[in-house]
């Protein structure tokens, strides 16, 4: 059974490329949301349901049950794929975004959510100005740069139209999570400074879950622990066989 690894915002699947360094099994996936470097399908409307329902379909063609992880968006939609469609995930792991009715999204994301400022905010969401918020969120500056060139007019577009369908995600989908009894990771840096850890631990208590919190460690744990995330998640998945 492969693993399926899930970019968030504003990430391509590239941000994988570090821990997939050290990962020893070769059966290993990433995708890449639309509108993320890659195509949008006919009238797809970059909501969080379509992005939910885009994953659920990705996981239905490869047959056979997954080992699948997210990031940031990536990992609310993990907990979505694994609350609607238990019997596509042999285990789950996720960081870096909860579905929580308590979470108040972050100033960045608020701009975002609100019609005219998003757009301005977007405007002055240059290469340089990405690279630099990156950078001081502590991604590498080779990375960071190498995600700013792919934040195009799309991307963007994207970014807006599923933030502004996520005002009230937690309280939306927090409840059928309840009902989840696969094996669960909660991977988490201890100095997020747009998901405070409080909300790792509450993640791992309501799906009964193992939860690791790398010290000194920001929002983008892929690339900045990369070699301990991919040890992190050999161990669950050998445990979990």
């Known amino acids: 059974m492969p693993a399926v690894l899930v970019h968030g915002v504003a990430d391509t699947h590239r941000l994988w490329n570090p821990l997939r360094e050290h990962l020893r099994r070769s059966d290993v996936t990433t995708v ?6 890659a195509p949008l399908p006919s009238g797809f409307d970059a909501t969080k349901e379509a992005y939910a329902q885009w994953l659920i379909e990705e996981v239905e063609r490869i047959g056979e049950p ?22 596509l995930v042999r285990t789950w792991a996720c960081g870096s975004g909860p579905v929580d009715r308590e979470y ?19 405007e002055a969401m240059t290469p340089e100005a990405v690279t630099q918020l990156l950078v001081a969120n502590s991604v590498p500056a080779e ?8 934040m195009d007019a799309t ?15 937690g309280a939306e989908w927090e409840d059928e999570l309840a009902a989840v009894n696969r094996p669960a990771l909660i991977i988490w840096g201890a100095d997020d400074p747009f998901v405070q ?6 993640l791992a208590d309501r799906v009964h879950g193992q939860l690791i919190v790398f ?6 744990w892929p690339v900045e622990r990369p070699a301990e995330a991919a ?11």
């Not at 599923?162 to 009230?168: D, T």
């Open 155 to 169: 991307m963007k577009d994207c970014i807006l139209r599923l933030y502004r369908s996520a005002v009230h995600v």
């Open 231 to 241: 040890a992190a998640l050999e161990r669950f998945w050998s445990f979990s066989t």
């Open 215 to 220: 010290e000194q460690c920001g929002h983008w």
């Open 197 to 202: 850890v409080e909300f790792a631990q509450r």
């Open 143 to 150: 990375t960071a740069a190498e995600t700013a060139s792919f």
């Open 66 to 87: 997954v080992d699948i992880v997210g990031h940031d968006w990536g990992s609310l939609l993990v907990q979505r794929l694994v609350s609607l469609r238990p019997d």
């Open 104 to 122: 108040v999204w972050h100033d960045v994301a608020q701009q975002w959510q609100t019609p005219g400022v998003g757009e301005q905010v977007m």
């Open 32 to 37: 890449s949301l639309p509108g993320f470097d």
